[in-house]
């Protein structure tokens, strides 16, 4: 089955900088790579996603690349805020196809004043 | 607007007891999951649903069990619970495939167990 690398566990930027969370996948045949923004209490939201056919999508501060020959996908947040403090998932599966998310361990990220 | 229900956000329960998680969501969605996240081990697949009746295995089944007798609720069963399922529990639900919808999860707030 799909597996899915996160990294790093942990990020601590300062307001205003750039951050940059990468993921890696296992099966060939994932086309679609959502993000999801977990905040304290809450379950995770999707922020944004990419599928295959793209190489890049950006909403405002966010923005999300993909390599599918190198079989990678990363989310960069820019100019961020103290309010962009959450743990942050990746995942892949295949669009479509009613098969599960398998999500990345997860990227907790502090966004210090 | 809450659109994912979990019933219970704390439960404290021994060990040896039967635990019943319960998930309701108010979309029409077709499919719908149970997630376990633990530190450093994100999110988990326990089981998954696509229609009422029907159930999938996820990834770490062994120790549950699940129940879908309505299209909004998904029920998520600890037959004999042990100190080593105390966690976090999400439920999500989706569309089902076919439009842009689909794939997007909409989670619950989660129920946090605890085993004693």
């Known amino acids: 089955g799909e597996n899915v690398e996160q990294h790093p566990s942990t990020l601590s930027v300062q307001e205003g900088d750039s951050a940059v969370i990468k993921c890696t996948y296992s099966?060939?045949?994932?086309?679609?790579f959502p993000w999801y923004k977990q905040e304290l209490g809450k379950g995770p939201q999707l922020i944004i996603d990419i599928r295959s056919n793209v190489g890049e999508k950006k909403d405002q501060r966010i923005a999300v690349t993909l390599n599918k020959t190198a079989k990678h996908f990363s989310l960069h947040i820019t100019e961020t805020q103290p309010e962009d403090s959450a743990v942050y998932f990746c995942a892949a599966s295949q669009h479509l196809s009613g098969y599960a998310l398998n999500f990345g361990k997860g990227t907790s990220l502090l966004v210090t004043p | 607007d809450v659109k994912v229900t979990q019933s219970s956000r704390y439960l404290v329960k021994r060990t040896g007891e039967k635990v019943f998680l319960e998930c309701v969501q108010d979309m029409d969605h077709e499919n719908m999951f149970w997630y376990r996240q633990d530190p450093g081990l994100g999110l988990r697949l326990i089981y998954f649903?696509?229609?009422?009746?029907?159930?999938e295995k996820g990834d770490i089944p062994e120790g549950y069990s699940v129940s879908r007798e309505k299209k909004e609720r998904f029920s998520l069963i600890l037959e004999s619970a042990s100190t080593n399922q105390t966690s976090m529990y999400l439920c999500a639900s989706s569309v089902r495939g076919g439009g842009s919808g689909a794939n997007v999860l909409t989670f619950g707030a989660g129920s946090r167990l605890t085993v004693l």
């Open positions: 099966d060939s045949a994932s086309n679609y």
């Open positions: 649903s696509y229609d009422v009746k029907m159930k």
